[in-house]
């Protein structure tokens, strides 16, 4: 399993970097636009602080449009590349064509069947949109649990994404998510727990340590 960070701004990446069990980055053409640099420099920053993966969805719309889109980002980040494609039927050709070489994602998955084709197109990641998928089909965790049986056995993992609160993060992963990527909010967000921080404080007020 291993957490992303969904965002596009260099600072937090670096604040996730810091966290220590971050383990890499996602972003979309919706957080790149919030960057104040170039996608190409931005990514370049981003692939430099990224511990791990870093994720780039293409914005071309044909066949020959996005495999030049996916070599170019394979040139500017290099081995972390994993590649967002989207799940429409030139997206999983495009899959097909580049998975050999590159790793891919299809992304904006909303039904088990699409799944199995990215699975069959050789991409290494299938990302579902949990709330929005709550939003526009009534159980997104629904669609995760469907996703895990289709994909079970498979070199397919699910990354988990479009998460609002821990409770939602934890259930994607109960319901088959292999992987999850938030923003540094709800990084922020996992890590505590009220009953945590008054457990702490009972053993600060009540207890004694090694230099006490």
């Known amino acids: ?38 996608p190409e420099v931005t990514l370049k920053r981003l692939a430099e602080i990224s511990p791990g993966v870093l994720y780039y969805q293409l914005m071309a719309a044909d066949v020959d449009g996005m495999l030049v889109e996916g070599r170019k980002a394979f040139d500017l980040i290099g081995e972390k590349t994993v590649l967002k494609i989207p799940a429409t039927s030139v997206g999983f050709q495009v899959v097909a064509c580049l998975s050999t070489d590159i790793n891919c994602a299809v992304t904006a998955i909303y039904s088990a069947a699409q799944a199995a084709v990215a699975r069959e197109a050789g991409a290494q990641y299938a990302i579902a949109y949990v709330n929005r998928a709550t939003r526009l089909l009534g159980d997104g965790l629904a669609l995760v ?11 397919t993992e699910i990354l988990a994404a479009s998460l609002k609160s821990p409770e939602e993060a934890a259930a994607a992963l109960q319901a088959g998510a292999d992987h999850l990527t938030v923003p540094l909010s709800l990084l922020q967000a996992m ?16 207890g004694l340590g090694i230099g006490s």
């Open 1 to 38: 399993m291993a957490i992303y960070l969904d965002s596009a701004l260099i600072d937090e990446a670096l604040a996730a970097q810091k966290m220590g069990w971050v383990k890499g980055i996602t972003t979309n053409p919706t957080l790149l636009a919030k960057s104040d640099l170039s």
């Open 145 to 155: 649990r469907e996703m895990s049986a289709v994909l079970r056995g498979s070199n």
């Open 191 to 206: 890590t505590t727990h009220e009953l945590s921080e008054q457990t702490v404080e009972d053993f600060a007020n009540n």
